[in-house]
């Protein structure tokens, strides 16, 4: 939801990047994986990591970012060090 609790404001920065608006059931996952990151203390990226590696049946979770700061604060959770 918006600010103001408007769903037409929420959905029009896909309108504005050319994408359809989400299905109401995956409005409703990004809302519950939102809330249970906000509890945890850590970002929705770093809580869908983690149930990636938690799922015997997920064998290579691949993530995406744009830098390297973004994957440090992603994996920085999981203990996991770089090496030069």
Not at 37 to 45: E, L
Not at 61 to 79: A, C, M, Q, R
């Amino acid at each position: 939801m918006s600010r103001d609790g408007s769903q037409a404001d929420n959905n029009r920065g896909y309108k504005s990047r050319g994408l359809a608006e989400p299905h109401k059931s995956q409005q409703l996952l990004n809302e519950r994986v939102e809330e249970l990151a906000k509890k945890r203390g850590i970002s929705m990226a770093q809580l869908a990591l983690a149930w990636s590696l938690a799922n015997e049946f997920i064998t290579a979770p691949i993530v995406g970012t744009t830098n390297l700061d973004s994957l440090k604060e992603l994996i920085g959770e999981f203990g996991i060090a770089f090496m030069r």
